[in-house]
């Protein structure tokens, strides 16, 4: 006889004072909180949200991950609100295969991200509005490549395995999806 076996996942929140790590496990809307824990991060190892010394936090994170005594090493990362840009744009509705394409364009024409290899997610809103067949309301969150590989910097040097990079309050939303969608597998 097999047990099921419930995924544990951690969550990570690293800000300007601290890391903060947290494992989970369990289903929406009842995730249940394994371990809990935090370090301070030496002064200055990020600045207005901006990753200054990976290696410093890098080791930090991992001596807390060591001390929780943690059974996973797959995580969802926090990334701050103010390296996230977000967008509702209204676009036309589009069948699926071009939907891309039209992002692409649109997130180039907005100037939504400085870099040109920044990186972006979207979803659809739900339109409530009757007779909105003609257009659709997209969320578009970006962010820039050089951000987002700080942080995947972090991660690989404290050796986390990444399932998403998120800001942290779709981290959190990510979190709870994961232990579902692994308690209904």
């Keep these: 006889m097999q047990r099921n076996k419930v995924r544990q996942t951690i969550g990570i929140d690293i800000n300007e004072t601290e890391i903060c790590v947290t494992q989970v496990q369990g289903t929406?809307?009842?995730?249940?909180?394994?371990?809990?824990?935090?370090?301070?991060?030496?002064?200055?190892?990020?600045?207005?949200?901006?990753?200054?010394?990976?290696?410093?936090?890098a080791e930090t994170l991992r001596q807390l991950i060591d001390r929780?005594?943690?059974?996973?090493?797959?995580?969802?990362?926090?990334i701050p609100s103010r390296q996230v840009v977000t967008r509702i744009l209204d676009i036309p509705?589009?069948?699926?295969?071009?939907m891309k394409a039209l992002l692409d364009m649109e997130v180039s024409h907005q100037h939504i991200l400085r870099e040109e290899d920044g990186v972006y997610a979207?979803?659809?809103?739900p339109t409530?509005?009757?007779g909105r067949d003609e257009s659709r309301q997209i969320l578009v969150m970006a962010s820039e490549e050089s951000t987002l590989s700080k942080y995947r910097e972090i991660?690989?040097?404290a050796g986390i395995y990444l399932i998403g990079l998120e800001p942290a309050t779709v981290?959190?939303?990510?979190?709870?999806?994961?232990?579902?969608?692994?308690?209904?597998s």
């Excluded at 030496?42 to 290696?55: G, L, R, W, Y």
């Design 155 to 157: 991660a690989n040097k």
């Design 68 to 78: 929780m005594e943690l059974n996973t090493k797959s995580a969802v990362m926090s």
């Design 28 to 57: 929406w809307p009842d995730p249940q909180v394994i371990k809990i824990d935090s370090e301070p991060i030496p002064h200055n190892s990020i600045k207005n949200s901006e990753v200054i010394n990976a290696d410093i936090i």
């Design 122 to 125: 979207h979803t659809n809103l």
């Design 171 to 184: 981290a959190m939303a990510r979190i709870a999806s994961i232990t579902t969608h692994a308690r209904q």
């Design 93 to 98: 509705n589009v069948p699926d295969p071009e």
């Design 128 to 130: 409530t509005i009757k």
